[in-house]
């Protein structure tokens, strides 16, 4: 007798084990796959993988029906994952849709209110603009830096699915989200929309450290940091607001490849913000 699990023939035996205490020993990707015990791919699989590596590769598996074409895009996957622990996810996969403008070559674009800088909101009682003064002063910044640099800003249109202008209005007239600076764990910033559809969340430890900065060049990495977490997060709010499924994609991480050609983190901000130091 044999038992059905996820389109996948198992075995009683690989069954039990998948229920027992050696469940990564008997990994249902790996049979899928076809991974033979003793292979590399195999052992990733098991051993190095992350549960979101995992869980992203069986996603992609699964709604690509386990097709030949689907199972040899994975298996290249692991193969550069095992050469280069540095590639994720996100190294390989397309996202499932971006849109572009007839007659837009990415940088032509009209701002009606070119002498105002971003009003995000923050709310009054925070009192941000004491507590936290060089943060507010990078907000402000903002549209000055993604108004002069084209490929931030078609970056930003690719993955929100908003014009230019309409990127800059939200940048200038207070239309744009509020911003909650929060106690967080292991990330710069979210949007969640059961916390509040048009709210972005920034990380409290990430701006102390900007405010408590000693030196130019932390401040800033920092700062930058920051911004890019906050366009980020937009890119998210825009895909909600506009009804938008982004799928096992994030079209947070799209935009920032597009527009820097890296994933932003606290190791590499320092060498990204290099080329756009004077804004920051």
């Not at 929060?182 to 709210?199: D, S």
């Not at 890296?262 to 901000?269: G, K, L, Q, S, T």
């Amino acid at each position: 007798m044999t038992v059905n699990l996820n389109r996948a023939i198992i075995s009683p035996r690989t069954l039990e084990c998948l229920n027992g205490s050696i469940a990564r020993k008997c990994c249902p990707l790996a049979f899928k796959l076809s991974l033979a015990s003793d292979s590399d791919a195999y052992n990733w699989l098991v051993n190095t993988a992350t549960i979101d590596e995992y869980n992203v590769l069986g996603s992609y598996l699964e709604k690509n029906l386990f097709s030949d074409e689907a199972k040899a895009f994975a298996l290249e996957m692991i193969k550069a994952f095992i050469n280069n622990p540095q590639h994720t996810y996100f190294d390989f996969v397309k996202p499932p849709f971006t849109w572009t403008y007839t007659g837009d070559d990415g940088s032509a674009f009209t701002d009606l209110n070119p002498l105002k800088e971003p009003d995000f909101k923050f709310n009054f009682a925070d009192n941000y603009e004491t507590l936290y003064p060089r943060f507010v002063n990078m907000v402000k910044k903002l549209k000055t830096f993604v108004k002069n640099n084209p490929k931030v800003l078609a970056a930003l249109q690719t993955y929100s699915n908003f014009r230019k202008e309409e990127i800059l209005d939200h940048l200038t007239f207070g239309q744009g989200p509020i911003i909650k600076i929060e106690e967080m764990y292991g990330r710069y910033g979210f949007y969640n929309k059961e916390k509040g559809i048009n709210t972005l969340h920034i990380s409290a430890s990430y701006v102390r450290g900007l405010e408590q900065a000693f030196l130019e060049s932390t401040q800033e990495a920092t700062a930058f940091l920051l911004a890019v977490t906050l366009l980020h997060e937009y890119v998210h709010l825009a895909t909600q607001q506009n009804k938008i499924s982004e799928g096992v994609y994030d079209f947070g991480k799209g935009f920032e490849r597009d527009a820097f050609n890296v994933i932003i983190d606290y190791d590499n901000a320092g060498s990204v913000v290099i080329k756009f130091s004077k804004y920051f």
